[in-house]
């Protein structure tokens, strides 16, 4: 029976009913949210049970579902506490710092900034992961995870860093044709396909949230990553959902612009994550230190 088990599908599963949503869970893991659906499908078939119950704002595991991805969660503390009680019978020491973020958060928001770090902390390396097993407590071998999630993270230290608001943008000169959101059916609408499952895209989370109703979109364009998304509309390419912290750059540079004044507060955040015996590292407080300096926290 060992050997038949779907360790990648298990996985999977643990993650959406932790994060509460397959787009989460495909961010968090670094894969499509199509292969998130098919992971899921593919144990519900095995097992011959529902897993979890999609429903308009969040995804709610059934009873079977709860209790295989807690199964799995102390599963994967078990094997990660004796792997750490391994790597320190052999002494083993990282020079410097891990740390885990998603792609789009590593690469536009936390990389730009990290030379500040370096010149205050010369002494301290920072190596920078977005594979989806240091991203999950459960997995991450990292030192420091900056998670994108709703929060809930049990035997951990975490702090909430930063929240997020929503708002459409595009590059200057295409806001100058937009004078209604029904204008916005004239472009082509850029989407980020890690951002939330199908049937709740950042885009109708917005609109529900600020009580407007979105056009027909006859155009649009998907991409894997959000700082292809940010990129795309900086370009004048289309319309983005644009979600602060991503955006606040390219905001304050002026490539980027919101063309219409009413925010979304989303359900998810931005977290520091680390082990408590972590904190007894300077290198992590130090890095804490910094991190809470940037974001003003």
Known sequence: MLKTLPYS???????????????????????????????????????GHPLLIRRSRQTIPTEQGERLAHAVRAGFGTVEQLCEELRDSKNTKRDGLLVAAPPGFGFVWLLPRLFRFDAAHPDIPISLSSDPTSQSPNTSDADVILSYSAGGFPNMHAKKLMSETMSPVCAPSLAQSLHSVEDIAKHVMLLDTTNMPDHLSSWAFWAKEVGVTLPHIPRSRKFGQANMVIQAAISGSGIAMGRDPLVSDALKAGTLVHPFP????SQFSYWFVCKHEALKSDAVQAFRAWLQDEVGV
Do not use: M, Y
């Open 262 to 265: 009413d925010f979304a507060h």
């Open 9 to 47: 599908a298990l996985r999977t599963l643990e993650s959406v009913v932790r994060v509460q949503g397959f787009g989460r869970a495909a961010e968090e893991l670094n894969v499509t949210q199509s292969a998130v659906s098919q992971h899921i499908k593919q144990l519900e078939d095995w097992l």
